[in-house]
């Protein structure tokens, strides 16, 4: 069964460093997002990703934040100076069509990020 | 304000139980219903759309009641593999994002 996978499973870096989550979306999905999960917290949208670009971010997604397909297969988000409150488990998941009944999204293993 | 709402549980109930999750949701405009289970420390993993007319897959039942703007899940028989935390889900018309509730833990004991 096709999944989304992820990479790394788990990243530490110092706060004010530069990060980038990598992911692999479902090879015939067209809409990518990634999601947080900070410990104990809810999930939360953070940025879905259609034919090249920001289809919908959320207040979270700032300046700070940006997301790449750099290539035909992986879908990165990048985390330009990192803040100790973006320690979370970042998920990515990706989905065939991106709004109505089917829009079904299905989730990677995550990339759990310690800022230290 | 929030915007789905769930009963945080834990829920510990024995093999052969059966348990009912109930969520609620603030936007009116929402348009799709799922619940989805998450493993300790994992992904979210669908485990089934929720349609206005109910909808059964096995052991587990969904309902929605869009007028209460409430969903609800029933799940029968309850066996071990069934621990986990279950997610109520929902999206909104002309929008990419699910909003996700914070979950309910289930601990089905031996």
């Known amino acids: 069964e096709p999944e989304v996978t992820q990479t790394p499973s788990h990243q530490v870096t110092q706060m004010g460093q530069e990060v980038i989550l990598r992911c692999v979306p479902i090879s015939n999905h067209l809409y990518f997002y990634w999601y947080r999960q900070i410990l104990g917290q809810k999930v939360e949208f953070l940025v879905s990703?259609?034919?090249?670009?920001?289809?919908?971010k959320s207040e979270i997604f700032d300046d700070q934040f940006s997301v790449e397909r750099p290539d035909g297969s992986n879908f990165t988000l990048k985390i330009r100076s990192t803040k100790l409150e973006d320690s979370a488990m970042y998920f990515c998941?990706?989905?065939?069509?991106?709004?109505?009944?089917?829009?079904?999204?299905?989730f990677g293993p995550g990339t759990r990020l310690t800022v230290l | 304000r929030k915007e789905v709402e769930q009963d945080p549980g834990p829920f510990n109930v024995p093999e052969g139980a059966t348990v009912a999750f109930n969520c609620t949701y603030s936007n009116s405009a929402s348009q799709s219903f799922f619940w989805y289970r998450q493993d300790c420390r994992k992904e979210p993993k669908l485990l089934m759309s929720v349609y206005s007319s109910g909808n059964e897959d096995g052991r587990f039942t969904a309902q929605l009641n869009r007028a209460s703007q409430y969903i609800s899940l029933l799940i029968r028989d309850s066996k071990l593999s069934d621990s986990a935390t279950y997610l109520c889900v929902v999206s909104g018309a002309g929008s990419y994002q699910l909003t996700f509730g914070k979950g309910t833990k289930l601990s089905v004991i031996p």
């Open positions: 990703f259609y034919n090249n670009e920001i289809s919908e």
């Open positions: 998941a990706s989905s065939e069509v991106g709004k109505g009944h089917t829009d079904t999204q299905y």
